[in-house]
């Protein structure tokens, strides 16, 4: 059984960093392209970030693109998003995602698991 399990959400202010983790089980890793998404209240599910099989290829939406960073160990099965300059429209459920294929993705239909999202909200 596959789990992918989210931690690190919180209550922060405009301006400040968030770090939020992902832990996968159930699945060889190394052979799973990884990506956050976030769905804020009312809004469709959009990409955040994605990240290669080996970690070298990144991509991110134009909103995050300078505050938002993508890293994972495969050794520790784990995904991290390390947010800066946070903003109040960042303010989202954020999930972890994976991907039985190469390169990055964007699209929620190209993804084959999900985890139950952790909350980030962010004030002004």
């Known amino acids: 059984q596959v789990t992918l399990v989210e931690s690190g959400g919180g209550l922060v202010q405009a301006g400040d960093s968030l770090r939020v983790s992902c832990v996968a089980s159930?699945?060889?890793?190394?052979?799973?392209?990884m990506g956050w998404f976030r769905q804020a209240s009312g809004k469709e599910r959009e990409a955040v970030a994605s990240?290669?099989?080996?970690?070298?290829?990144?991509e991110y939406v134009d909103s995050v693109k300078g505050r938002f960073t993508i890293s994972r160990d495969n050794a520790k099965n784990t995904v991290d998003l390390q947010m800066n300059s946070l903003k109040p429209e960042d303010t989202a459920v954020y999930y972890c995602?994976?991907?039985?294929?190469?390169?990055?993705?964007?699209?929620?239909?190209?993804?084959?698991?999900w985890g139950q999202g952790t909350q980030v909200t962010v004030s002004s």
């Open positions: 990240i290669s099989l080996n970690g070298v290829s990144r």
């Open positions: 159930g699945l060889t890793f190394g052979f799973y392209r």
């Open positions: 995602a994976a991907s039985f294929d190469y390169g990055v993705a964007s699209r929620t239909r190209e993804y084959d698991y």
